[in-house]
Nanobody, 124 residues
């Protein structure tokens, strides 16, 4: 599966951005999708995930209530709407995919395909 992420940029604290990740696969609806992020000098961390058919969503605590993951299976695309952005959200954001669901969805090693990353910078 090839993933193409887009939508990053520079925004002031309190602002919003929407990331997109397009997948080149016919059975996109069977894939679980996730967003991870990696700040300079830090390990890659889980942000959010969405299941294929059910669309159930999961979030790390630090983004709950501010970020929303969604998907459009007809367009083979997953989105990350980020509101009330904070300087600590600054990172390179990666989308990831795996076919079917894994109970340990928050581990990066459980995803088989990764996008190229898109930079999000939040200024204070």
């Amino acid at each position: 599966v090839q993933l193409q992420a887009s939508g990053g940029g520079l925004v002031q604290a309190g602002g919003s951005l929407r990331l997109s990740c397009a997948a080149s696969v016919r059975t996109f609806y069977t894939y679980s999708m996730a967003w991870f992020r990696q700040a300079p000098g830090k390990e890659r961390e889980f942000v959010t995930a969405i299941r294929g058919n059910s669309g159930m969503t999961y979030y790390t605590d630090s983004v709950k209530g501010r970020f929303t993951i969604s998907r459009d299976n007809a367009k083979n695309t997953v989105y990350l709407q980020m509101n009330s952005l904070k300087p600590e959200d600054t990172a390179v954001y990666y989308c990831a995919a795996r076919q079917h669901w894994h109970v340990n969805y928050y581990y990066a090693t459980n995803y088989i395909s990764w996008g190229q990353g898109t930079q999000v910078t939040v200024s204070s």
